[in-house]
C-alpha cells in the first residue's frame, strides 16, 4: 500500500494497487477501513496516516477508492481509480468487494466488519477509536453498527437516543449519519438480500448516499441489532 503501482483494468474501474494485507487476526475482529476520495489528495492522505499512526500496536487493513478523480489528484495511498464519479454505495460496493477478495488471497478470509470512513474525517487527540467500537462489537453480540460521537459537525448531533440501558461510554440511537460507522458483516449480508440483483451488498438505488443511514439502521433492527454510539474514554 502507498506505492505507485501498475494498473489493471476493467470494464468499471482501474485497479491501481494490490494493498499489503495483515494476516489473520488471532484476537479481535479483521476490519477493513473504506475510505472513498475524490480530488482531496491531502486531506485522504492524512486521515490515511493519522489512522496509521493511531493504530501502531494493531496495524489495520486500509482501502482508498478515488471515485472518478483527476490522475493528478490522487491519494498515494490509492488502491482502485473508477472513471466515473460513482455514488458512495456503489464506491463502497466496488471497494468492499476488492478488500474481500483480497484478504481471501492473502489470508484466506473475509473481513468480519467494514469501518466506512468519510475522507474529511479527523482524529481528535491520537485516540484509536476503530479500537474502541471493535471491543464493543465483540462484547456486545447484538450491536450491527457502531459510531462514535462527533465533535463539531455543521448539522449536529449522529443520532436520538432510544433508551438509557447502553453500556458505559454508550447510547442507543435509532440511526446514525454515515460519517464513519464500523458495520458487521452479519448485518451487510442481511442487506445484500434486500437490495436489487446485481446492486452489491448495499442497494446503488440510494444515489449519493441519501437515506442509506436510515435504511441501514432500520435493517439492523428489523434483524434484532442495535446501533450504538460510543465514546472512546
Known amino acids: ?73 490522487l491519494s498515494k495511498y490509492t488502491n482502485v481509480w473508477t472513471r466515473e464519479n460513482v455514488n458512495w454505495p456503489m464506491g463502497f460496493n466496488i471497494l468492499s ?5 483480497h484478504k481471501m488471497r492473502y489470508a484466506n478470509c473475509l473481513y468480519d466488519a467494514y469501518w466506512m470512513v468519510c475522507n474529511d474525517v479527523q482524529l481528535i487527540d491520537g485516540t484509536d477509536i476503530l479500537q474502541a467500537m471493535e471491543d464493543a462489537l465483540i462484547n456486545h453480540p447484538d450491536w450491527g453498527v457502531a459510531h462514535p460521537y462527533q465533535s463539531y459537525f455543521w448539522n449536529g448531533h449522529p443520532g436520538f437516543p432510544l433508551n438509557k440501558q447502553a453500556p458505559s461510554g454508550a447510547r442507543k440511537v435509532s440511526f446514525v449519519e454515515f460519517v464513519c460507522p464500523l458495520i458487521k458483516r452479519s448485518l451487510l449480508e442481511k442487506c445484500k438480500d434486500l437490495a436489487r440483483p446485481g446492486s452489491g451488498i448495499i442497494d446503488e438505488v440510494l444515489m449519493r448516499g441519501w437515506g442509506l443511514d436510515y435504511s441501514m439502521c432500520y435493517y439492523a433492527y428489523k434483524n434484532g441489532l442495535a446501533v450504538y454510539n460510543i465514546d472512546s474514554t
Do not use: W
Not at 22 to 47: H, S
Not at 97 to 101: E, F
Open 1 to 73: 500500500m502507498g506505492t505507485r503501482p501498475r494498473r489493471t483494468r476493467n470494464n468499471k474501474s482501474i485497479i491501481m494497487a494490490d494493498p499489503f494485507v495483515k494476516p489473520p487476526r488471532d484476537q479481535g475482529l479483521n476490519i477493513a477501513t473504506l475510505i472513498i476520495d475524490r480530488n482531496d489528495p491531502k486531506r485522504t492522505d492524512a486521515l490515511v496516516e493519522s489512522i496509521i499512526a493511531v493504530s501502531k500496536s494493531k496495524p489495520r487493513d486500509i482501502y482508498v477508492l478515488e471515485s472518478g478523480s483527476d490522475m493528478d489528484k
Open 97 to 101: 468487494a476488492y478488500a474481500d477478495k
